[in-house]
């Protein structure tokens, strides 16, 4: 008892150290705290908590949504053909390993900087939580990248204009929105997640018809025991992956989040599961109503499945379209920005990043990169490229994360309070993301 007494002051002691060595100023952090950060006039500029529950959930949600069905149904149906939907609910499995262990890891530690600082309790090695919190920035970044170039191919059916005037607009007026305050960006990404589960629902109630066959087609849509075929859909599956790339966004802003303990864990796993019900219904609607030849090369693959499906207005889809893209972009810019805000309060980027304004209290510094560097990537790569590299890096992070989760497992036990997840949860998340990694590398090797 002594020494199990022992080990466990011990521990505190060094949590502890790590935060007063880390945090700036020196001040320890406990969960559900925010360290304020000193402004450039010496005065305590703190984040505000102004994101409430309902709020987070529809931030999570418009960001996974907005990030993927919208732009990148016609690619995943050109790796995986009518299995399509298929590749959607293997993505989801791998997404939800780590979704549930990011649940217990938000509940025992809501800070920004998530994943670094989940990183950092895990193997205790500051370089190690530096890497990983630039990956996901970096993943956000190219995600807002990816999503924003998606943003052209719908505002071409009112507007033909240069693809990079178009870009540059939309990437720096959500810029201006995140820098001007948390509860305007949140307040608008909610609103405009509506406006994408509208769409989707559209989507669907048009080709209820086709879903209704869905049971006499299952032999169709059931894909053999094949191997090409498989490979495909595994193919598929990673592309698929970041349609799912958005709840782990959700840990980076803890500190403007109310009963972050609480709520970040179940928004979380909420936000997924309603994801991927939409997903399937949207995917299977969209691999059942057009030639695969033409969902495969769409550049605005919804609006071609609805005027196929029924006497819509094209430019309808079109507008929820371009309003889901957006969603999607901005809620990256706000957390790779928080992201970089958090990992420079703890002394591991330049304390420039870390700096609040006063008036607005936002990241100013932070965002004005993030938002330089999204504007680099959407214009220079293309939207293939960008979602297959945000992909690898969020596959690595979550690959990390999940070992972290381990490792406090087998040192600590399981959390006395918040949430807890069985010990194989961390385990298949490891494994699964290693595994779809290690199986796209190998197939792009091969061709």
């Known amino acids: 008892m002594f020494l199990a007494e022992s080990v466990r002051k011990a521990r505190i002691i060094q949590s502890a150290t790590f935060y007063m060595v880390w945090t700036k100023p020196r001040v320890f952090s406990v969960p559900g705290t925010v360290a304020p950060i000193r402004h450039q006039s010496n005065q305590m500029t703190r984040l505000k908590r102004a994101i409430s529950m309902p709020m987070l959930l529809f931030f999570g949600l418009g960001n996974i949504l907005g990030a993927g069905i919208y ?3 016609g690619k995943v149906a050109a790796e995986s053909a009518i299995y399509a939907p298929v590749a959607f609910l293997c ?3 791998v997404a939800g390993f780590s979704a549930f262990t990011y649940a217990e890891l938000s509940s025992r530690y809501p800070h920004s900087a998530g994943e670094a600082v989940y990183i950092q309790q895990g193997f205790g090695q500051t370089w190690i939580s530096r890497i990983v919190g630039l990956l996901i920035a970096l993943a956000g970044m190219v995600s807002a990248a990816t999503v924003s170039r998606g943003f052209h191919g719908y505002f071409s059916v009112f507007l033909s204009l240069d693809a990079a005037l178009v870009i540059s607009g939309i990437v720096l007026l959500l810029g201006g929105l995140t820098v001007w305050g948390v509860r305007q960006s949140v307040g608008a990404a909610a609103l405009l997640t509506v406006a994408e589960i509208i769409g989707l629902a559209v989507v ?4 209820r018809d086709l879903l209704a066959s869905v049971p006499m ?5 059931l894909p053999p025991a094949n191997l090409s075929v498989w490979t495909g859909i595994g193919l598929g599956a990673f592309i698929a992956f970041f349609a799912f790339i958005g709840f782990e966004d959700m840990v980076n802003v803890a500190e403007e989040v109310k009963n972050p303990a609480r709520n970040l864990p179940l928004a979380i796993l909420l936000a997924l599961i309603i994801a991927t019900v939409m997903y399937a219904l949207v995917s ?3 691999v059942l109503a057009l030639p695969l030849a033409q969902l495969s090369t769409s550049t605005a693959p919804l609006t071609d499945v609805l005027a196929q499906l029924a006497n819509y207005d094209a430019r309808y889809i079109s507008a929820i379209s371009m309003l889901a893209i957006v969603n999607g972009a901005l809620i990256q810019m706000v957390m790779a920005s928080r992201l970089l805000y958090g990992m420079a309060c703890k002394g591991w980027l330049p304390d420039a990043l870390s700096r609040v304004n006063a008036k607005t209290r936002t990241p100013v510094n932070a965002t004005l990169l993030v938002v330089a560097i999204i504007l680099a990537l959407a214009l220079w790569l293309p939207v293939q490229t960008l979602a297959i590299a945000t992909s690898y890096i969020v596959l690595i992070v979550f690959s990390m994360v999940n070992a ?3 490792a406090l497992r087998l040192r600590e036990g399981r959390a006395t309070e918040g949430w807890s997840v069985p010990i194989w949860v961390p385990l298949f998340g490891l494994l699964s ?3 779809l990694i290690v199986f796209e590398l190998v197939q792009r090797w091969a061709a």
Do not use: K
Request: zero cysteines; a neutral charge.
């Open 91 to 93: 993505a989801s499995l």
């Open 284 to 286: 299977i609607v969209a």
């Open 217 to 221: 087609r299952m032999p169709e849509l």
């Open 433 to 435: 993301s290693a595994a």
């Open 204 to 207: 669907i109630w048009a080709g």
């Open 404 to 406: 972290a989760l381990l």
């Open 71 to 73: 732009v990148l149904i």
